[in-house]
């Protein structure tokens, strides 16, 4: 089980040798594990995610639980991997339970199949888990953006497989609301589950985060990327050990988070 990315090349152009965002990517996920992605804006972050939801065509291997992914067929690639991209304004007018349910789509028989009493157990904690259940009948054009942002976080995690895909999770989050869901990760992640497919799975995340914190917080393991390249992979003590963060980021990462602390008179 986990995810094997062999000299992946990807990027968005339509001519043929137009440069690629992603140069030969080469790195292994194994099952359970958290893997926080990190770099600065243009390092080819969320082009990797495009990537392993199966958005964006790419040349190399990636072999997914040994089967390659762009074998699978849509259906079975979204039993594997969920994918929730940066908040987008584009949705349809929807309540937030309807928004929710459709994570559930792929376990539905037949394609007019009414919700079983397991999709709508699903959807319930999923929204219990975002704090969003009192809020079940609203629609979409209602919600303020932290709203939507947790009920897309909600989807995700109904769609309940064993590998999730995250995209700046935290956006549009006030602080209350990305502790809880700090802590939800670190308990949803590497933990068993039993699957529609009747197999039992350790819970794998793949994240992209900006805030260099939240990942060294639930990490097991940081990626770390610029211009398109690996720079390095490894623990968090190896990571913060070397030099790889101030040459990603182009400052001395330790100096500058000292700086954002602010003195607390409680």
């Not at 259906?75 to 929710?100: C, K």
Request: aromatic letters at 8%.
């Amino acid at each position: 089980m986990g995810i094997s990315i062999q000299e992946i090349s990807a990027g968005y152009g339509k001519t043929p040798g137009q440069e690629d965002v992603l140069k030969k990517i080469s790195f292994r996920i194994e099952d359970g594990q958290t893997i926080c992605i990190l770099g600065e804006n243009g390092s080819g972050k969320s082009t990797l995610l495009k990537v392993l939801a199966g958005i964006l065509n790419y040349k190399g291997k990636i072999l997914v639980d040994d089967t390659e992914l762009n074998t699978l067929k849509r259906q079975e690639l979204s039993a594997r991997i969920a994918y929730m991209s940066q908040f987008s304004g584009v949705y349809f007018s929807y309540t937030v339970w309807e928004t929710v349910m459709l994570g559930r789509y792929l376990h539905r028989k037949g394609f007019l199949g009414s919700p079983t009493q397991e999709d709508n157990a699903c959807v319930e904690e999923s929204l219990k888990m975002t704090g969003l259940l009192e809020l079940r009948n609203a629609r979409l054009e209602e919600l303020s953006g932290g709203q939507l942002q947790r009920v897309f976080l909600a989807r995700t995690f109904a769609q309940s497989t064993p590998y999730i895909l995250l995209d700046e999770p935290t956006n549009h989050l006030d602080l209350k609301y990305q502790a809880q869901l700090t802590e939800y990760l670190e308990g949803w992640a590497g933990k068993e589950k039993q699957y529609p497919d009747g197999k039992v799975r350790r819970n794998t995340l793949i994240g992209v985060f900006h805030d260099i914190n939240l990942a060294l917080r639930i990490a097991d393991r940081l990626i770390v990327m610029k211009d398109g390249k690996i720079l390095a992979g490894g623990s968090r003590e190896e990571i913060l050990r070397s030099e790889v963060l101030n040459t990603a980021y182009g400052i001395n990462v330790a100096d500058h988070m000292r700086k954002q602390l602010v003195p607390w008179e409680g």
